[in-house]
């Protein structure tokens, strides 16, 4: 079983930066994405970014494409959000998620492990 734990949110003003990290408890085999969700009040939660565990790079969500960089440190078992020119519609509970396989990694329901979230406050 992998717990994962989220930290770095808070509250900001728009057009700050903020990083949030996710830290998982062991490093399983069959982990092979990791990913951040973000959900707002009343609103479904929806993909932000993703990585893999064996491969760089990233893949964004078109809302955040160019503001926000998702790295990884293996041999801290650690995911990391780093959010630049953060914008009112950017405030959520951001989630951090871990699945096996590659694909379908856009979906929630194809994650098996969260985070408890952390919570984003943007101010105008």
């Known amino acids: 079983q992998v717990q994962l734990v989220e930290s770095g949110g808070g509250l900001v003003q728009a057009g700050d930066s903020l990083t949030l990290t996710c830290a998982a408890s062991a490093r399983t085999l069959d982990i092979a994405v990791m990913a951040w969700f973000r959900q707002a009040p009343g609103k479904e939660r929806e993909f932000v970014a993703a990585t893999g565990w064996s491969s760089s790079g990233g893949y964004y969500a078109e809302s955040v494409k160019g503001r926000f960089t998702i790295s990884r440190d293996n041999a801290k078992n650690s995911v990391y959000l780093r959010m630049n020119t953060l914008k009112p519609d950017d405030a959520a509970i951001y989630y951090c998620?871990?699945?096996?396989?590659?694909?379908?990694?856009?979906?929630?329901?194809?994650?098996?492990?969260w985070g408890q979230g952390t919570r984003v406050t943007i101010s105008a």
């Open positions: 998620a871990a699945k096996s396989g590659i694909t379908n990694y856009k979906q929630p329901a194809n994650y098996h492990y």
